[in-house]
């Protein structure tokens, strides 16, 4: 295995976390290379603070006033970067050492404003390949006064956190591809996904019309854009379609080749459908609350 350069990389690392001490030391680890690293903290309670100190990264608290902007766009906007090049990394996600030497030639470049990287998702005890979910690209290395996250607001009434996590990155200038994944270790167990997916369908149904607005502050929803605009198009077109679990689950089974990872993309899959029944269920939710009468009036 290829070891990793001595040299420090003339590139800023953030991290934002809230209580990841179990994953914090490995992930800072893998970007060790970085002259900088930037954890953006929302006053964990479990050690997480000190881990990211004996790592030898800087310690920002973010204090969320529960409306615009969020974590990454807030230290975005205001972290006095030492670098132009800026590296977004979960505290649940990798950096392997061949991705370490494309990030070192990627931002030698002056032709190109940002990368997408491509995540490789641990689940059951082994990697997805298919499914929908890999390839995964997210734009998470570019210039940093280039790139902002989406401004999508839900309302302080759904549990969405402070954290971007549906949103993408919208870079003012020219974007590339790093063949080479991260890797993504989100799923420890299926009850961890069960849990994530609870609160993520609350946000993706309170958000599901401001998703395809198409505005300024959001990702275009087109059939001929990148992948991700295809994959919000694909959203929005099937918005009002009949078996919308039925169909996310033939989506990534049948279309997106699931069955090919064996048990572990059947389970997946099936997770998916479940996880599609509580946005649809939600959206429904919300659309009587939002249309029931006031009282009084």
């Known amino acids: 295995m290829s070891e990793r350069s001595d040299a420090p990389a003339p590139l800023s690392v953030l991290v934002p976390v809230k209580n990841e001490a179990v994953n914090l030391r490995d992930c800072l680890a893998s970007v060790s290379f970085a002259q900088e690293i930037v954890v953006v903290d929302s006053g964990s309670t479990d050690g997480t603070q000190a881990i990211a100190e004996a790592c030898g990264a800087r310690v920002i608290q973010f204090a ?118 991260m890797e993504h270790y989100a799923f420890p167990d299926i009850a961890t996904f069960v849990e994530k997916h609870g609160r993520y369908s609350s946000w993706e149904a309170a958000a599901s019309r401001m998703l395809h607005s198409g505005d300024e502050k959001s990702l275009r929803s087109t059939p001929f854009g990148t992948g991700l605009e295809r994959k919000r198009w694909l959203k929005k077109a099937t918005m009002r379609a009949p078996f919308r679990p039925s169909l996310r689950f033939l989506y990534h089974y049948v279309w997106k080749q699931g069955f090919r990872d064996g048990y572990r993309g059947w389970v997946l899959c099936r997770l998916l459908a479940q996880y599609e029944r509580m946005i649809v269920s939600k959206e429904r939710e919300f659309k009587k609350r939002t249309a029931k009468p006031t009282a009084g009036l």
Do not use: M
């Not at 390839?135 to 006064?145: A, K, M, T, V």
């Not at 790139?147 to 969405?160: C, T």
């Open 64 to 181: 969320w006033n529960g409306k615009l902007p969020r974590k990454k766009n807030w230290a975005l906007e205001n972290v006095s970067w030492r670098h132009e090049w800026v590296l977004i990394i979960d505290a649940d996600e990798r950096i392997t050492v061949e991705l370490e030497r494309e990030i070192r030639e990627a931002i030698r470049r002056t032709d190109v404003d940002g990368f997408y990287l491509n995540r490789r998702f641990w689940f059951l005890d082994g990697w997805i390949n298919h499914c929908g979910y890999f390839p995964s690209w997210n734009l998470r290395l570019f210039r940093h006064r280039l790139g902002r996250y989406e401004q999508i607001e839900v309302g302080n009434d759904i549990p969405s956190g402070d954290n971007e996590v549906h949103e993408h990155v919208l870079l003012n200038g020219r974007a590339e591809y790093l063949p080479t994944p």
